[in-house]
Structures are given as structure tokens and as C-alpha cells.
């Protein structure tokens, strides 16, 4: 795999949404993996902020195929990391930069399983001339997903703060290489 550093250092997408404990969302904490309608990857590490007495997703990891403008299809695994409460079990988080884009919905259905929506995209460049002449847009088309607990994966994250509710925290850009 190929890093690339931007302008909030590594350009990985790690996606964080937040859950509220209700009784129709018994989410639990933990990691909940899965794969994205196009069977790429997708992991939901999912945290409980005692102070606050809720459940939130702490961190993203999905892998995409990104159509490309320019060139051939390019694979890429975006990460988001973030404090983001989610009301009634459900959550929408649109994140967008001069670097890249995840735009991700979820709902968790009991303490096992998670569906949503996820969709990302970035730019790149299409030569590598010196300095670059062209860049074009890269994007996924918007992916249903099923995500389920997965105890083994579970997977100890950095606490968010409340205070950074809203905020991403970390964001990574990962590009698949074959």
C-alpha cells in the first residue's frame, strides 16, 4: 500500500459517527466489519462515552473503487476519525476537504448489525510530470452496506473527546496497489 500525505498529514479517510443508546439501536462497543455492495471492505469501530451516556462510532475504514475522470478505475481505502453523536440509532456524516470526500449514513439494527450508505471520492493526479499538469476527479458510486460485531476484531482506538464532537481527528487516503 502507498501512503499519501495532504494537508491534515496522511490523507486516509477514517469516517467517526456517533450513537445514541436507545432501545431500538442496542449497538454495542466493539467492531462491526462488513462489506459495501460491491463486496469491498468496510469496519465500524464503535466506543461508549461514559460521561456523556452514549454510544459513537470513533473510526471508518471503507475500501472503494473510484471511477476515475482520465485514467482506469483506481482502489482506494479511506479512513475518518471523529467524534460525531448519532440521535436514534441513525447518522449521516458529509466530509469533505480539499483532499478527499466520505459522505456515510448508518443505522444500527440491535446489538449485531449495522446498514447503511457509504460513498467516497478524491482527486489525483493523471501524469506525474513534474509539476503536475492535469489532475481529475476520482468518486464512488453511493454503496448500500452490511456490517455485523465482530468480538475478535475489536480494536482498541484513541478516546475522542466530547469537545471535538464534530470534528475529524484523523483522516487517511490509502491507495490500493496490485
Known sequence: MQFI????????????LALVGVSASAQQVGVYSGTTADGHSIRIDVQYDADAGQYYVDDIQANFTFNCQKTDPQEWGLEIGSYIPVANGSASFPYITTSFYLNTSMTFVGANRVGGKVQGGLPLFVNLDIPPKQAQTCRSDALRFTAT??????????????????????????????
Open 5 to 16: 500525505r495532504g494537508q491534515f498529514g496522511s490523507v486516509a479517510l477514517a469516517c467517526a
Open 149 to 178: 460485531y465482530a468480538p475478535a476484531a475489536t480494536m482498541a482506538s484513541p478516546a475522542a473527546a466530547r469537545s471535538d464532537a464534530g470534528k475529524v481527528t484523523r483522516q487517511v487516503a490509502t491507495q490500493i496497489l496490485r
